[in-house]
C-alpha cells in the first residue's frame, strides 16, 4: 500500500469515534501492508486520558503481531500528528514507520512543536512521513470543531 491508502485507512477509522471524541484514526500495518489494527480515539467515551487512537491501535496491534509489543517493521498511520504521548509509545513500540496527515502546531511531536520520535539520543527512531492527504484530515477535524461550537 502506498501513503496515500494508509491515511486513507486512518481516515475510514477517525469515523468510528463517538459523537464526543475527537476523530482521529489509526491504523497499524505489518512490513507486508497487512492491516494489523485500527482505533479511533475514545478518550470521552472510555474516560481513559491515555485512550488516543495511536495508543489503542498500538496496543491492538502489539496482541496480534507475533512478536509481543516489538513492532518492529510495521507502519502506523494517523489522521493527526501524534502528540508527546503517542510519539513516546511508537519509540518504545519500535514502530518502523509513521504516516500521517494534519500537522499539529499546538502539541505535535514528530516535527512540529517538537521531534521526539527523531531525538539522536534514543536508540530507535522510526522513518516519519507527515502532511499525507492534509487537508482531508483536517477538514475532518475542523468539521468536528465546528459542530461543537454551534
Same mark, same amino acid.
Not at 496496543?59 to 513492532?71: E, I, K, S
Not at 516535527?111 to 516519519?128: A, K, M, N
Given at each position: 500500500?502506498?501513503?496515500?491508502?494508509l491515511?486513507r485507512?486512518?481516515?475510514?477509522?477517525?469515523?468510528?469515534?463517538?459523537?464526543?471524541?475527537?476523530?482521529?484514526?489509526?491504523?497499524?500495518?505489518d512490513?507486508?501492508?497487512?492491516?494489523?489494527?485500527?482505533?479511533?480515539?475514545?478518550?470521552?467515551?472510555?474516560?481513559?486520558?491515555?485512550?488516543?487512537?495511536? $495508543?489503542?491501535?498500538? =496496543?491492538?496491534?502489539? +496482541?496480534?503481531?507475533?512478536? !509481543?509489543?516489538? *513492532? %518492529?517493521?510495521?507502519?502506523? /498511520? &494517523?489522521?493527526?500528528?501524534?502528540?508527546?504521548?503517542?510519539?513516546?509509545?511508537?519509540?518504545?513500540?519500535?514502530?518502523?514507520?509513521?504516516?500521517?496527515?494534519?500537522?499539529?502546531?499546538?502539541?505535535?511531536?514528530?516535527?512540529?512543536?517538537?521531534?521526539? $520520535?527523531?531525538?539522536? =539520543?534514543?536508540?530507535y +527512531?522510526?522513518?516519519?512521513? !507527515?502532511?499525507? *492527504? %492534509?487537508?482531508?484530515?483536517? /477538514? &475532518?477535524?475542523?468539521?468536528?470543531?465546528?459542530?461543537?461550537?454551534?
Amino acid at each position: 500500500m502506498n501513503d496515500l491508502e494508509l491515511v486513507r485507512a486512518a481516515l475510514a477509522a477517525a469515523g468510528d469515534a463517538s459523537p464526543a471524541d475527537v476523530p482521529v484514526g489509526a491504523v497499524v500495518f505489518d512490513a507486508d501492508g497487512h492491516e494489523l489494527a485500527r482505533a479511533a480515539n475514545a478518550r470521552e467515551a472510555t474516560g481513559d486520558p491515555t485512550a488516543h487512537a495511536e $495508543v489503542l491501535a498500538l =496496543r491492538a496491534a502489539a +496482541r496480534v503481531h507475533g512478536d !509481543g509489543w516489538r *513492532l %518492529e517493521g510495521c507502519t502506523l /498511520a &494517523v489522521t493527526l500528528e501524534p502528540c508527546t504521548m503517542c510519539a513516546g509509545a511508537l519509540v518504545l513500540a519500535r514502530v518502523s514507520r509513521v504516516v500521517f496527515g494534519a500537522w499539529e502546531p499546538k502539541t505535535g511531536a514528530v516535527g512540529s512543536l517538537w521531534d521526539v $520520535v527523531r531525538d539522536p =539520543r534514543l536508540t530507535y +527512531r522510526p522513518e516519519v512521513r !507527515g502532511g499525507i *492527504l %492534509e487537508d482531508e484530515c483536517g /477538514a &475532518v477535524l475542523r468539521d468536528f470543531f465546528v459542530s461543537k461550537r454551534l
